[in-house]
């Protein structure tokens, strides 16, 4: 197994610990930025091991790994960062189709109802 070292800037670890310390970020970002910061193998921070931060943060070994990986391979911004998604999503319903719907639940419920949609039906 490959085994990736984790070494920050003085101006990274002073990003994430902001990002640890105030403002208002992402669950990704704060659990990433202890991860990190965990992980740093520099000379005047304290060695921490894979299994004592799993046990800390309540997260995975692998979870640990691949942000370390992504770390090496991405720099900081790729790994702070999310991929934007590469799905392909298909349409179940073209615009003209997606008009009549709207138009019809924006209209008047059928006589006797007074919404169009009716708790009982699921």
Request: hydrophobic fraction near 30%.
């Amino acid at each position: 197994m490959i085994r990736y070292t984790v070494k920050l800037s003085k101006g990274e670890v002073e990003e994430l610990t902001s990002i640890i310390s105030k403002g208002s970020h992402t669950a990704q970002s704060f659990r990433t930025a202890h991860i990190l910061l965990n992980c740093d193998e520099d000379k005047y921070s304290e060695k921490v091991t894979n299994e004592e931060i799993s046990k800390v943060l309540k997260i995975g070994m692998r979870t640990i790994d691949r942000v370390k990986k992504k770390f090496i391979e991405e720099g900081f911004e790729g790994v702070m960062e999310r991929r934007p998604t590469q799905r392909i999503y298909k349409t179940k319903i073209d615009g003209d189709s997606e008009a009549k719907l709207v138009t019809l639940c924006c209209s008047e419920p059928p006589k006797g109802f007074a919404k169009w949609f009716h708790p009982d039906i699921q």
